[in-house]
């Protein structure tokens, strides 16, 4: 049982079982445990890495040059996992005094707690692994940063340049294979480009619209020496983002905004990275415009706040879905018009015009043609059209809307107490409300693994600032929560993590329980056990005429021993009286804690627009005014297969 | 909508199959490609003709633009570009037919750069209207081979294309 918080690594009993385990993988040697101890570098003969200033001119290996051009970039955490053709890189990696090595159980799960901690920082997550399955396993983490524009850098080792393209051992041609999930990539040549390469790499990832950057190592690279010099500029002359919205579009939405009656603000993950909060709250009071949030951009509007109107789409709010079709102005700012969000395009917003803010071009227009488009980042954009609509003077006019959109909020609330509750059954509304509620929400991240509970997590969990919640939206990723709240809780040790995780999504990742014992991460991992894959099985009963092809998961594993096999703390609740004192019991536990809760597997999330209809034209949502029933589905409204 | 697409970018290993493989990824067929260097030895022009409706094609251009080794996007479709494209014919030549043939490829001021037995090669530039004038008469004697560099464009005007 691990109870000892503070120090971090170094576990004796549990190094010794990880250098037995680790042998088996290629002739690499495993470094774990040894490099997260302060005083490695104490070793004879090994040079103290005391940063990349000190440096600068030195002749060093291609692999110590990677290792001092992350301490350059100011990298304090690398996620990875060793192997042949990394060994050098590894190596190096054991002197550094800068950089803490967090050893994953399996490199999939090193690139989501990079993720993680990515998102919880907004700093660049780095991941470092092998060649060949080392180099594939990240794929899957990669596609997903990509498609959620997360911040990575990912050092892959390669085979020596001589035996590139000759099927070697190990080998896999991973910039070929990530082409089309990365920002770019690189396959160093020599060693004359290492420094620049890594310093672009950071560059890209980290600037415009964020993403993830592959750097391949060919491990002879790696061996030769070099002249270590870190570059200061960039020079990339095809690589210009625009971040200042053109002026004219600005005023012309300014003066959009002054006319409109019914605006919404439609806000997404761009907000965040753009870390445009502030101006987004100043925008919205001041000209008073209802709020409507997706996925990726929950907590980027405070969800207490009265002009909230919470999540949107699929299984959105009723409230907030009405809102975005009786809109007559949309701001998108830093949304993708997601088929998720927007249903049927034709029914989103119909009687809106759209102003589309983003930093990324390609996304303008790309689903709907907007009336005023802005290419540029968000936070300067708002900032302008605040600034433009106090000069020019304004008179808040949307008044009525705001009250018209209070009062579907009141009709059609997301969750109403004991509407169809079981009292032998575990809610899972009320298990994402008491956890809410128990939470501090500027002190805490919750992270979601995907399905239902990512769904009554989106919906019911209460998220004030940015960057405190933190969920695959773009790829969907199964798997991707639990090693995510692990790098995020590395990331912001001071905060409370938690994840929300389904039964079926925790087995995709559960291996890195391992990675969270030994390094004592405290993360709080919530367990929604119906013993199902919920939202297939939701589809396959409204669809599929409840052919539960291959949903139904079991019993197995016992979460509850799989956890205690890892040495965490954990128990598991199925009855709603002591999901309480459970909750308490979890977020008061010192280290890594599982909470599994069972819950009945015919649950539904609710509302739920089906997909091809329109996003007004939900189902299941609680119809306060009738008497506070869930609407039931109109047949023929559902298009059964599409996706 | 048929579009010529000059895309200007970096002189390095990879670069082409970023170019082609965003634009196969969103299910486009390219038509014709060609790449090679430019006046400046860090940068390679890619040609390449593509079919996809208004829409799409701004999709492919505002993507092409992402990748970081493009520098630089031209759209050759309008009149205002100059299309050339070296042909290679191997055409059926009985010994009494040469005359005929050779007749044809000075008419159209190309070029015979082999003889055989019983075939000519021919060796032709031009446009894409003028070469087709070409196979089709050089289909009454039987052709036996056509290769086709694909085509390159330059814009007409001192505007840099």
Avoid at chain 1, 221 to 231: K, S, T
Avoid at chain 1, 255 to 262: D, G, L, T, W
Avoid at chain 1, 611 to 631: C, K, L, M, Q, T
């Amino acid at each position: 049982m691990s109870t000892n918080l503070s120090k971090p690594a170094a576990g004796a009993s549990g190094g010794a079982a990880d250098l037995s385990e680790d042998t088996a993988c290629v002739e690499g040697t495993n470094t774990e445990g040894a490099t997260n101890i302060e005083g490695t570098a104490d070793r004879e003969g090994v040079a103290r890495v005391e940063g990349a200033a000190d440096r600068e001119g030195a002749t060093m290996t291609g692999a110590q040059a990677v290792i001092a051009s992350l301490e350059a970039e100011g990298v304090e955490l690398v996620f990875g996992y060793p192997g042949g053709q990394a060994i050098r890189m590894y190596d190096a990696l054991y002197d550094s005094v800068r950089i803490t090595h967090v050893l994953a159980r399996h490199e999939q799960g090193a690139v989501h707690e990079a993720d993680g901690y990515a998102r919880a920082t907004g700093k660049v997550g780095v991941v470092m692994v092998t060649s060949g399955p080392g180099a594939t396993n990240t794929v899957t983490g990669i596609a997903t940063a990509y498609m959620d524009s997360v911040p990575l850098v990912v050092i892959t080792g390669q085979v020596p340049r001589a035996v590139i393209g000759t099927d070697a051992f190990q080998e896999s041609d991973i910039v070929g294979i990530t082409m089309p999930v990365v920002k770019h990539s690189y396959l160093l040549q020599s060693t004359e480009e290492l420094t620049r390469t890594f310093h672009e790499a950071f560059h890209i990832a980290k600037t415009g619209r964020p993403g993830p950057v592959l750097i391949d190592v060919p491990s002879d690279l790696a061996a030769e020496d070099m002249v270590f010099h870190y570059p200061t500029a960039i020079n990339l002359p095809s690589y210009r983002p625009t971040y200042k919205g053109n002026a004219k579009q600005v005023r012309q939405a300014a003066e959009r905004i002054r006319r409109a009656q019914r605006p919404v603000l439609y806000v997404g993950g761009g907000a965040i990275i753009s870390n445009a909060a502030d101006e987004l709250r100043e925008l919205a009071e001041l000209v008073q415009i209802p709020v409507v949030s997706t996925l990726m951009g929950k907590g980027a509007f405070p969800a207490s706040h009265e002009l909230s109107l919470g999540p949107i789409g699929m299984h959105g709010s009723k409230y907030g879905n009405m809102a975005l079709t009786e809109s007559d102005l949309v701001i998108a700012c830093g949304v993708r018009f997601s088929d998720r969000v927007t249903g049927r395009l034709s029914g989103f917003a119909p009687r809106a015009q759209l102003i589309h803010i983003d930093i990324d071009p390609a996304e303008i227009g790309k689903v709907r043609d907007p009336e005023i488009p802005i290419v540029g980042d968000l936070k300067g954009i708002l900032a302008a059209i605040v600034t433009d609509l106090r000069k020019q003077g304004f008179e808040p006019s949307t008044g009525p809307w705001v009250c018209q959109v209070s009062e579907w909020r009141e009709r059609w609330p997301l969750y109403h107490p004991g509407l169809g509750d079981d009292p032998a059954q575990i809610v899972p509304e009320v298990v994402m409300r008491r956890l809410s509620e128990k939470l501090d929400p500027y002190s805490s991240i919750v992270v979601t693994e995907v399905g239902q509970h990512q769904m009554w997590a989106a919906q019911n969990i209460m998220r004030e600032v940015p960057r405190s919640f933190l969920s695959s939206g773009g790829l969907g990723t199964m798997g991707f929560g639990f090693p995510a709240a692990i790098g995020a809780a590395f990331g912001c040790p001071d905060k409370t993590v938690v994840c929300v995780a389904g039964d079926g999504s925790l087995q995709m990742n559960s291996q890195e329980m391992a990675t969270a014992a030994i390094n004592r991460v405290p993360v709080k991992v919530l367990v929604m056990d119906n013993r199902c894959l919920g939202m297939v099985c939701q589809w396959q009963k409204l669809f599929y005429q409840g052919r539960y092809a291959h949903t139904l998961l079991s019993d197995i594993p016992d979460f509850v021993k799989l956890a205690q096999a890892y040495e965490w703390d954990a128990e598991g609740v199925s009855s709603p009286d002591q999901l309480d004192a459970a909750l308490d019991r979890m977020l008061a536990a010192p280290g890594p804690y599982l909470l599994n809760v069972r819950i009945a597997r015919d649950q539904n999330v609710y509302p739920m627009v089906a997909p091809g209809a329109a996003i007004d034209n939900s189902f299941g949502e609680i119809d306060v005014e009738e008497g506070a029933v869930r609407v039931a589905r109109c047949e023929q409204e559902a298009i059964g297969g599409a996706r | 909508m048929r579009h010529v697409l000059s895309v200007l970018v970096e002189n390095k290993p990879g670069v082409l199959s970023r170019v082609t493989g965003l634009i196969s990824r969103r299910g486009f067929n390219i038509e014709s490609l060609t790449v090679g260097p430019t006046e400046d030895a860090t940068m390679s022009r890619v040609t390449a003709i593509v079919s996809a409706d208004e829409l799409a094609y701004e999709q492919i251009t505002k993507q092409l633009h992402k990748l970081i080794s493009v520098h630089k996007i031209s759209d050759l479709t309008n009149d205002a570009a100059i299309e050339r494209e070296l042909v290679l014919f191997k055409v059926c030549a009985a010994p009494d037919r040469r005359g005929e043939i050779i007749e044809i490829a000075n008419v159209f001021r190309a070029k015979i750069v082999d003889v055989g037995g019983s075939s000519l090669t021919i060796e032709a530039t031009g446009d894409e209207n003028k070469l087709r004038g070409m196979e089709d008469l050089f289909r009454a004697y039987g052709i036996k081979e056509i290769i086709r560099t694909g085509k390159i464009a330059m814009s007409r005007n001192s505007k840099e294309a």
